[in-house]
């Protein structure tokens, strides 16, 4: 009878120790998709952020063109002889 009573609180044992080890998985499971969510949402932010600083290169170097393009017209004009 010890040996029965040894055995199933052994069991018992076990039983509330896998309960809390799953409980535990669980949290940690939630843990995790919450902080992928945010994560998930602070890279969406950052490509997006990205992509607009690339279309504001984008603008700034046809800008700069623009300006070198008008500044050699303006230079070539300025050095043709005058009729």
């Known amino acids: ?3 029965f009573t040894a055995k199933e609180e052994s069991n018992l044992f076990l039983i509330q120790n896998s309960q809390e080890t799953e409980q535990a998985l669980e949290e940690i499971n ?3 998709g919450d902080t992928r969510q945010v994560l998930d949402a602070k890279a969406e932010l950052l490509k ?3 992509q607009a600083l690339e279309e504001q290169i984008a603008e700034q170097h046809k800008a700069c063109e623009e300006l070198q393009h008008k500044l050699k017209h303006s230079a070539e004009a300025a050095a043709a002889p005058a009729r």
């Open 1 to 3: 009878l010890d040996i």
């Open 30 to 32: 939630q843990k995790f």
């Open 48 to 50: 997006q952020g990205k």
